[in-house]
């Protein structure tokens, strides 16, 4: 397996613009989340599936912000309208359930996105 | 809420030092405790904790948990600079039936030669 796949790697977009972060999660995983990565918050959780139903989405930002996963292969993150406040490194991860010993939760590359 | 807190924030070293590096939590139903080491990109896992008292090893590196005191600590003896990272606690919670991992804002490490 590949792994978790993200895309894209980067993204500069203008303020105001919609912005859609892919996932692929490794396949067999049940769970996949997605994190939102800034030098002040470090590590956050935004929002997590479980067989594709978005479970706990308390960590979304704001109304701008929603989540996706169509089916068990494939999530999307969208920002619309995209801020500068929301530049930061955005991590797809993905895990079987329950997380076994010694495994873990699998994550992907990360999408570096710039909002200027 | 949830929390999951690590200290230090930031810790310079010399090579051949050894560090520990901390994380507190305070969360309902724990289920366990994972150490992720990044670098440049995604998170890598070190350990995995869920019983008090059992340190886990992998060469220098080695982790305990202490459920009853709520933190665990992860220790680096004779530190090289493939060391420098940040260091990731994250901590397994059930929540209704479902799991999610929250995760600390990390220790960045940095060995200096």
């Known amino acids: 397996d590949a792994g978790v796949i993200q895309s894209p790697r980067h993204e500069v977009t203008e303020m105001g613009q919609e912005v859609t972060l892919r996932c692929k999660p490794i396949s067999g995983h049940d769970y996949l989340f997605w994190y939102r990565q800034t030098m002040m918050r470090g590590l956050e959780l935004l929002i997590y599936f479980n067989n594709n139903v978005p479970i706990d989405d308390s960590g979304m930002p704001e109304d701008r912000f929603s989540a996706k996963m169509p089916n068990a292969s494939f999530s999307t993150l969208k920002i619309q309208p995209s801020e500068p406040r929301d530049s930061a490194v955005y991590f797809c991860?993905?895990?079987?359930?329950?997380?076994?010993?010694?495994?873990?939760?699998?994550f992907g590359q990360g999408t570096r996105l710039t909002v200027v | 809420e949830d929390k999951v807190v690590q200290s230090p924030l930031s810790l310079v070293v010399h090579e051949g030092d050894t560090v520990t590096l901390n994380c507190s939590y305070e969360?309902?139903?724990?289920?366990?405790l994972l150490w992720y080491k990044q670098e440049k990109k995604a998170p890598t896992f070190l350990f995995m904790l869920t019983s008090s008292g059992i340190e886990k090893k992998s060469g220098r590196l080695s982790s305990i948990l202490d459920k009853k005191e709520l933190f665990s600590i992860l220790n680096i003896t004779a530190t090289q600079t493939g060391d420098s990272a940040i260091y990731l606690c994250a901590v397994e919670v059930e929540n209704f039936g479902n799991e999610k991992l929250t995760f600390g804002t990390g220790t960045r490490l940095t060995i200096i030669p």
């Open positions: 969360v309902t139903n724990f289920r366990s």
């Open positions: 991860a993905s895990s079987k359930r329950p997380l076994v010993p010694n495994t873990e939760a699998f």
